[in-house]
């Protein structure tokens, strides 16, 4: 198990999808979590491609609290992702408003795996809830020489094409100038503006 993890954290994907294959094939309870990392990795390979400049011009305000501490509206510090959590939910990555999110719980980072995906439970506003991987770095990390930036330990902010994207461990903002990066909050939750 600490070989895969070790691969993840380095984004050598192929050989820790290898990892849990050999993995998988020695327990019950291990295959299922190969089968739930596997699919993990493959949308973290296919993130970097997809991802685009996020929309801001329709998101509402998403007032609310992380740990206790009051926001008017929070958004990922990152154009790309910006009024949206990136989540890995069933396998497949996700950009869900803010603004239909109720709360998001987490245990924080218990695992090395933790420090790539973090666990999390999502309460969205039409009742339902989600179990979720969470992209603890920002596309384009994984390449980074910085190994503090790579095992999300700070965070860089960088220019490009017009907007601001995110090196390192993700970040959320908030109207009250709070940071809240993703491996430090345990409860977050946005009041019920309907």
Same mark, same amino acid.
């Given at each position: 198990?600490?070989?895969?993890?070790?691969?993840?954290?380095? @984004? !050598? *994907? !192929? +050989?820790a999808q290898a990892q849990l294959r050999v993995l998988g094939g020695q327990s019950p309870d291990l295959q299922m979590l190969a089968r739930a990392y596997a699919q993990a990795i493959e949308a973290m390979k296919a993130r970097d491609g997809e991802i685009a400049e996020a929309d801001f011009t329709d998101a509402p305000d998403t007032p609310g609290e992380a740990d206790g501490q +009051?926001? !008017?509206?929070?958004?990922? $510090? !990152?154009? #790309?992702? &910006?009024?949206n959590l990136e989540?890995?939910? $069933? $396998?497949? +990555? +996700?950009l869900i408003p803010f603004a239909t999110i109720l709360s998001i719980d987490t245990e924080g980072p218990v695992d090395l795996r933790d420090l790539v *995906?973090?666990?999390a439970q999502i309460r969205l506003r039409d009742g339902s809830a989600l179990a979720a991987l969470l992209p603890v770095t920002y596309p384009g990390t @994984? @390449?980074?020489a910085d190994t503090m930036l790579r095992l999300a330990r700070r965070t860089e902010w960088r220019e490009h094409? $017009?907007?601001?994207?995110?090196? &390192?461990? #993700?970040i959320w903002t908030t109207s009250t100038g709070h940071d809240v990066p993703i491996l430090e909050f345990r409860h977050l939750s946005f009041e019920n503006t309907a």
């Open positions: 198990m600490v070989l895969f993890q070790v691969l993840c954290v380095g @984004a !050598d *994907w !192929d +050989r +009051r926001f !008017d509206f929070l958004f990922d $510090g !990152d154009t #790309r992702s &910006g009024p989540a890995i939910v $069933g $396998g497949t +990555r +996700r *995906w973090l666990p @994984a @390449a980074e094409g $017009g907007g601001i994207h995110g090196v &390192g461990q #993700r």
